[in-house]
């Protein structure tokens, strides 16, 4: 059996990461001339990153640049708490959520989509979260003006 090693990520990977968090595109030669190491240090520490699961590189879409968007968070009561896991990985399965999160507080679950307006918003909460198995009630918020949404802390949509 192949044992797992969590490596910490050292100040060389942090400082990595800083650079890729601002443009995803910025070439390992110009990471490695920022950082005093070799352009093979930085390819090497990036795959090995990556191979961990400690980073994914990929494209996020600005919500800002979409035409209409509104986030809708949906928070989700279970109707009983046995069923959380269940209901959490149900919702996940949808492919129109971006976000699910099992939540300590009032709602047993947060899960976040993207709408175009609340008519597409009320068929997709009666037509497909409401047919769930487990789920007691939803109710929602919608984001309405997004004043800061920092893309390095996590992708929603």
Known sequence: MARVIKRQLDELDRGILEWLSQDARTSNRKIATELGVTEGTVRSRIKRMEEDGQIRITAINNINRLANPTLAYIWVEVDKSSQTQQVAAS???IPEIGFVGVMLGRSDILAITMVQNNAQLA???????????????TECSLGVNFVKHNYRMSRIV
């Not at 068929?123 to 009630?137: P, Y």
Request: no cysteine; aromatic share 6%; charged share 15%.
């Open 123 to 137: 068929d997709f909460l009666h037509t497909t979260i409401s047919g769930i198995a487990g789920v007691r009630r």
């Open 91 to 93: 919702l996940s399965a």
